[in-house]
């Protein structure tokens, strides 16, 4: 699978620049970065619901950027999406079981039995009591909705899962059980997932490959060990720093500096607040290059260049 | 020192909701100048609480107990205009938009505040104005904007002037960070402890983050379905928590590992609000319940040294002291 999108708003700070990213079926890839890098962006790019200024979305050998409106609709029973809002997702007066039969109505998948049978089995797929078919959304917890939202994702037994900050909206315990439960269900099903999240620490338990991100670019991508025990970009470095300083610390990670200056164009991205930043960084971009091939690294810093 | 704010054995409960309460017999002390952080998951009566302390309960409500602010009684039902209790609280909400009038200028509605409740003639107001844009780190020219073109960061801010406005001397902050994502989660929260130290303010700080509250508050209160199960200084809730479910909440938060874990810790199930319960409300989930958890109700034990409260009949033991 070839994923690369490439997407330029008029502002450049905003949208994604240059982007590409490759995830092996199957495995997972975690994308983390602070809000506003563009990880949402990239999700709606890869459904093709933000237009894409330039680049190509390869998902399944499909070329996603060339397909017709209809080809495409066609297309998202393979690709499917978990918000992170469950109750803002699920029609408020619609009952669990419709929620999660509608994407098998909608494309047309097997008999009126077939569908209830499946319907039982997406139930207990998920950890949800049969008993709650019959409720409101309002009805059930965080975690229950999350669940219901996660089994009509898996309705049409996609390949390709997009997971956008699925879990932070829940209780710290609830958390940890959506989290066990999505890696259950990969290794049950198979599925390719795309997960996205700010929290490094819940990256680091789902993914297999994990990238950075930036401003709309992608500053390091390595397997989940390479990039937790040697990370390379100042960056990852940083943000690293920040989250296993754990929950003692009083002040940590001051966002202001992550935000610091807007680089100007030509010069880094992040050298505007690099604490290992040169002379040179304002003056040349740098590109997303291999450190390392087996196992794969990449980083998009100046400091690896020669 | 005595304790500014004072909860005597408090229950609450929703009509409708037969014998369920949404609090149940909570005790709760905050000393002038002190963060005490309120945990628990959603569902816990955490907000109930709040809205008693501020005499805004919903009409109907079955409660026992009382609150004691600065001295004075709490009314739970307070009508607007009249001097009470609640003259000493300020308290700012999950969500800043659905707070902020929509169709007035931020400086406006801050400036309201300073005319209503300080004494200040009216050529100091804003003098004022600039002062607490400045204390909650707004640049000058926000006074003039409406809520609408602020970020939700930059609207929390606002409230948070609004409250400093009042010059109460206790904040009651409901979930301030839970509409917010993380980068600004942290300014916010970084703000709420400055405000608190500088201003010398009481703080009650209610969330479902643990690591929040751990970043703001001095004294931890842990509540499990309407009661307070756990209640220590901020430092042994995090280093030897007793009870289980605040173990098990420490668990749950996600750190970073040497190696990837294969599975996260955590507890199993979710809270079920039955009322039929004689014992522990915690026992289904407990692993380390014993026979009688279910039967009976554990009390809420001190420790010796009195610091450390918890309403557990097998508590988790402490750690071995180091030498």
Redesign the interface.
Known sequence: MKLWPSYNKQAPRVGLNNLDLIIPAGKTYGLVG??GSGKSTLALALLRLVKLDAGEVWINGQAIHTLSQAELRAQRQHIQLIFQNPLAALDPRQMIDNAILEPLNLHKIGTAIQRKQQLRNLFELVGLSQSLANRYPHQL????QQRVMIARALACRPSFLIADEPV?AL???????I??LL?ELQAELGFTMLFIS?????I??IADIVGVMYQGELLEQAE??VL?NNPCHPYTESL?AA??A???????????Q??GKNPLAGSCCYSGSCLRGMAVCSQQTPTLRYINKYPPHWVKCLHYEN | MDPIVSIRDLSISYPGNGSRSAVKHISLDILPGQAVGLVGESGCGKTTLALALMGMLPPGCDHRGEIIIAGQKVDFYQRPGQPSARDHCAMIFQNPQTSLNPVISVGTQINRVIQRYSRLKKSAVPDRLAELLVLVGLSDHCRKLYPHELSGGMQQRVLLAMALAREASILIADEPTAALDAGTRLQILNLLKQLQEQQKLSLLLISHDLSAIARVCQQVVIVYQGRVVEQAPQKLIYTQPRHPYSAGLLAAIPKIHPQRPRKLQTLLGEANHSSDQTGCDFASRCSRREAYCEQQLPPLNATLEKSQQFACFNPRPLPAVRK
Do not use: C, K, W
């Not at chain 1, 917890?141 to 229950?144: A, E, F, L």
């Not at chain 1, 209780?171 to 059980?177: G, K, L, M, N």
């Not at chain 1, 700010?198 to 819940?202: E, N």
């Open positions: 602070e809000s917890s965080g975690g229950q932070s209780d710290a315990p609830i958390q940890a059980q989290l066990n890696r700010h929290d490094l620490a819940v680091q338990f989940n060990e937790f690293l989250a296993g754990g929950i003692q610390t009083t002040r940590l990670n001051p966002p202001e992550a935000r």
